[in-house]
């Protein structure tokens, strides 16, 4: 199994440009996750899918964050417009049912 | 709420030496444990994990033992290595937080040769 892909590994963009990160989950898996991870705040759940359906966003800093999941193989997470503090490491991870999550290699933003 | 605490970093150690980190959690009926590790540059791994009491879960010579009555799930390994160097992380899940991972904060790990 080729695990949980992520693209890009690195993203350096400019203040108020628009950044979408892409996420491609095991096969078969149900649950898709997205995280945020810094120094400042440790690792953060920003929002998960069930089935391709969003069920909890809470952890979404603000309206610039937006996420999507079209199919069961593909998922996006989208910041429009950036800002320097949304600079991190931007972790997809899935799961079959409650079970064990598997996380991508990350990708690391940085906005400038 | 469900919470998971660990002990805080950075913890050196000499190559051999006996490590320990502590988790203890607080949670509502019978929580999974996990342990998952983090490399340089890498994303979460699972180490191991148990779903009940008693429990003892293994894998790569590092051990946690699921301990109701302590509410703790310590990570152990006798003689550890350069390569064991990462962050580590403590993590339940329970059915009262629709099963999503609760996250301690993580504890480096620095192996000195």
């Known amino acids: 199994d080729a695990g949980v892909i992520q693209s890009p590994r690195h993203e350096v963009t400019e203040m108020g440009q628009e950044v979408t990160l892409r996420c491609k989950p095991i096969?078969?898996?149900?649950?898709l996750f997205w995280y945020r991870q810094t120094m400042m705040r440790g690792l953060e759940l920003l929002i998960y899918?069930?089935?391709?359906?969003?069920?909890?966003d809470s952890g979404m800093p603000e309206d610039r964050f937006s996420a999507k999941m079209p199919n069961a193989s593909f998922s996006t997470l989208k910041i429009q417009p950036s800002e320097p503090r949304d600079s991190a490491v931007y972790f997809c991870?899935?799961?079959?049912?409650?079970?064990?999550?598997?996380f991508g290699p990350g990708t690391r933003l940085t906005v400038l | 709420g469900n919470s998971v605490t660990q002990m805080e970093g950075p913890v050196t150690l000499s190559e051999e030496a006996f490590l320990t980190i502590n988790c203890t959690y607080t949670?509502?009926?019978?929580?999974?444990l996990f342990w998952y590790v983090q490399y340089p540059g890498e994303g979460l791994q699972l180490l191991l994990k148990?779903?009940?009491a008693d429990d003892k879960g293994s894998n790569k010579g590092f051990e946690a033992t699921y301990r109701k009555e302590t509410t703790s799930f310590h990570l152990e390994k006798g003689s550890v290595q350069v390569s064991d160097s990462a962050v580590y992380f403590c993590?339940?899940?329970?059915?009262?937080?629709?099963?999503?991972?609760?996250w301690g904060a993580g504890t480096k790990l620095i192996i000195k040769p």
């Open positions: 991870a899935s799961s079959l049912a409650s079970d064990t999550q598997y």
């Open positions: 096969s078969g898996h149900d649950y």
């Open positions: 899918f069930n089935n391709n359906v969003p069920i909890d």
């Open positions: 949670a509502t009926g019978y929580p999974s």
């Open positions: 148990a779903t009940k």
């Open positions: 993590a339940l899940s329970a059915r009262d937080s629709n099963y999503q991972l609760i």
